[in-house]
């Protein structure tokens, strides 16, 4: 009896087929949003502003002062279209702000990493990724490769 030997594939392809079959991927590109957050607000809004959850069309935002609340009340619609149109589509219909305490991530880690990645980490991204086809997924696990060998390099420069 012959055995059959199926021909290999990407890893890319059968992460997205995997992330396909469980609806993962529409997930995914919605919580793309709080990645999103620091750009499309600006640093000195992110500081005193952080998306909390996203319910339906709805980012919920935990802001760390009455009068920043009141501010990005007053900015709301300007938020909404550029977080959109970073997001490639009209995701979001409405921004819900609270007064609360920043979540961790609102304080960007960015200043304990190098601000880029050699040139053998780039060159570690792009060959993971380069076989992605969808762009958002794509975008999304290059972030996030990037973040993780940007922390891999800094804690080699630590310890030399």
């Known amino acids: 009896m012959a055995t059959s030997v199926s021909t290999p594939h990407p890893m890319s392809r059968v992460l997205e087929e995997i992330l396909r079959s469980y609806g993962l991927q529409e997930r995914i590109h919605e919580y793309r949003v709080f990645r999103e957050w620091p750009d499309a607000v600006g640093e000195q809004v992110a500081r005193h502003a952080w998306p909390a959850r996203l319910q339906g069309k709805t980012l919920h935002v935990v802001v760390d002062s009455s009068p920043w609340m009141q501010e990005l009340s007053l900015l709301k619609t300007d938020i909404l279209e550029r977080l959109n149109a970073r997001m490639g589509r009209r995701l979001l219909l ?67």
């Open 94 to 160: 409405n921004l819900r702000f609270r007064v609360g305490d920043l979540p961790e991530a609102a304080t960007p880690p960015q200043s304990r990493l190098p601000a880029a990645l050699s040139l053998e980490g780039t060159a570690r991204v792009e060959a993971v990724v380069e076989e992605i086809t969808d762009p958002e997924l794509k975008s999304t696990i290059r972030h996030t490769l990037t973040r993780a060998i940007l922390a891999e390099e800094a804690r080699g420069k630590r310890r030399r």
